[in-house]
């Protein structure tokens, strides 16, 4: 009587092997947009634009408080890897 192996359905064969996974190289174009930007209104307020779609336009007391933000979550990303680094 003969099995049937639904996971060998093609069977296995030592000389095969898998060809190799080339990478995708992606050309850089002349016409590449920036990932962010930023800039002050005519009343004075600060834009910062993400990706083109997105833009955040804030006052001078809401910009601060991102920077204090910014700085704070960089502070807190160089004391992880330093534990991670300590630890190992």
Do not use: H, W
Request: net charge negative; with cysteine; proline share 6%.
């Amino acid at each position: 009587m003969m099995t049937f192996n639904m996971f060998n359905l093609f069977g296995t064969n030592p000389e095969y092997k898998a060809p190799e996974v080339q990478p995708i190289k992606v050309p850089k174009s002349a016409d590449d947009k920036p990932v962010y930007s930023v800039g002050i209104t005519s009343d004075g307020r600060v834009t910062l634009t993400v990706g083109g779609y997105t833009t955040l336009t804030m006052g001078t007391d809401a910009c601060a408080k991102l920077i204090s933000m910014l700085a704070t979550a960089m502070e807190d990303l160089e004391t992880d890897n330093n534990e991670e680094e300590n630890a190992e």
